[in-house]
């Protein structure tokens, strides 16, 4: 005997919302992020044009590199999670402080 649920809870096909996706794409790019080694630390308010600062970690001392020597590297990520029938959309105020960081975007 087979227990009945709802299309939402069996159909991964059933269209988001816009914030549902957007949740999706920034867990999806957290996980793809870990399996890579990278440190992604999530914006508390999204405000500013930016989800993630991303740590990369830092290189290993050795022959000509000295403990000091070494620099951290780490970036704002802006996530954009899209279906095909949408267009990316990003307002121009975030996209100038993206492009106007220091850091690498």
């Known amino acids: 005997m087979s227990q009945k649920t709802s299309a939402t809870e069996v159909n991964p096909m059933i269209p988001l919302t816009a914030d549902e996706l957007g ?3 920034e867990l999806q790019f957290a996980d793809l992020a870990a399996r890579a080694r990278l440190f992604a630390n999530k ?5 500013t044009g930016w989800d993630y600062v991303v740590e ?3 290189p290993e001392a050795g022959p000509g590199i000295s403990l000091d020597a070494r620099r951290p590297t780490l970036c704002k990520i802006q996530v954009k999670a899209t279906t095909d ?3 990316v959309r990003l307002r121009l105020s975030s996209a100038e402080r993206l492009a106007k960081q220091e850091a690498p975007i």
């Not at 914006?43 to 405000?47: A, G, I, K, P, Y």
């Open 23 to 25: 949740e999706a794409g």
């Open 43 to 47: 914006s508390q308010r999204d405000r």
């Open 56 to 58: 990369f970690p830092m």
């Open 85 to 87: 029938r949408e267009p």
